[in-house]
């Protein structure tokens, strides 16, 4: 697999995109179902009211958001036999970053079925504004724009490539609300002891073995239980010991699977890997928001470029001192 023909793919598709008029057809689908459509920014607090609403009935649900490895899972399982070349090199890039190994197709396609089962049975499905749908497309198709980075602009616009033409009918049939997948950064505060209040209680899917704590001396809310799986190699720089996928993985959802977990609230932080966590967690009767990223945040550790110091001080959760003055 050269870069040539991993650049000439990743205009192939953005071209296919563009003839596509996927921007049109997005908005005729947002626009037909309503009051279901919170993409916006603007509608978060609409988003946590029905949260809320269902901790309260504690009626099962899974709230799932898909960026940009979300997507390169997806394309690998849908466009690969089109663009083999595009569709190795992005997951390449997503495993290593994840999980800072290498792995063969078998564990693609395995990540990918679990995506698709997690996708399905998901209430609240997170995916980006269409400004930023377009915005990969059009760098997609720019031969002059080097050094772009490819497996991101692709992963951002295979989401509604795949949903397009995988799971219309389950966001039509009136299923599912559509939200913003940045609602993770609304987690302020103040919404966390609105929807803790709600639950009374909290477990956790994280690579952090304080966290629980934390909830529990600043919300002083029931702790559950805290699922531990090894930290993201981007975060770190370090090959964890323990495989997360799919060892770890089948560990945790064995755990999962041996218990009734209806009533019970959670907040997973696990990649790509943990959409099917929340899967899983509302077959067992639970309740699950992907929180991504803000599990570190909550933590005080800036690992994204908008983790910013001013961030990290209005989320982070139960520590005397900012990180950065320690």
Not at 149 to 178: C, F, K, M, N, P
């Amino acid at each position: 697999m050269g870069q040539a023909e991993v650049v000439s793919e990743r205009l192939a598709y953005g071209q296919f995109l563009r003839n596509r008029r996927s921007a049109e057809f997005k908005v005729d689908i947002l626009d037909r179902i309503g009051d279901r459509n919170l993409t916006r920014w603007g509608k978060s607090a609409t988003l946590f009211a029905r949260l809320i609403a269902d901790i309260e009935a504690r009626k099962p649900f899974s709230l799932i958001r898909l960026g940009d490895g979300e997507g390169n899972v997806l394309f690998w399982g849908s466009r690969r036999s089109e663009y083999p070349a595009l569709a190795r090199y992005a997951m390449d890039g997503i495993w290593s970053m994840m999980f800072g190994r290498e792995a063969d197709v078998s564990e693609f396609d395995r990540l990918y079925e679990c995506m698709v089962r997690a996708v399905h049975g998901s209430d609240y499905l997170g995916m980006s504004e269409m400004d930023g749908d377009e915005l990969c497309i059009g760098r997609m198709c720019d031969p002059s724009v080097d050094g772009a980075d490819i497996r991101g602009d692709l992963g951002t616009a295979a989401v509604w490539d795949w949903i397009s033409g995988q799971a219309l009918d389950r966001i039509q049939d009136g299923g599912q609300v559509l939200v913003n997948a940045w609602i993770h950064s609304a987690l302020v505060p103040d919404q966390l002891r609105a929807l803790l209040n709600a639950a009374g209680g909290l477990s956790l899917i994280t690579c952090h073995p304080g966290l629980l704590d934390r909830f529990v001396r600043t919300f002083g809310i029931q702790p559950g239980r805290s699922y531990l799986i090894p930290s993201q190699y981007s975060n770190t720089g370090e090959i964890p010991g323990l495989i997360h996928f799919p060892e770890r993985f089948e560990e945790i959802e064995a755990e999962l699977i041996a218990r009734d977990l209806h009533g019970e609230f959670f907040l997973v932080g696990a990649g790509v890997v943990g959409k099917a966590y929340c899967d899983r967690i509302k077959r067992q009767g639970g309740m699950a928001i992907d929180a991504g990223s803000m599990m570190d945040v909550w933590m005080g550790i800036g690992v994204r470029q908008y983790h910013s110091r001013e961030f990290l001080e209005k989320f982070r959760l139960g520590v005397a001192d900012p990180p950065w003055e320690r």
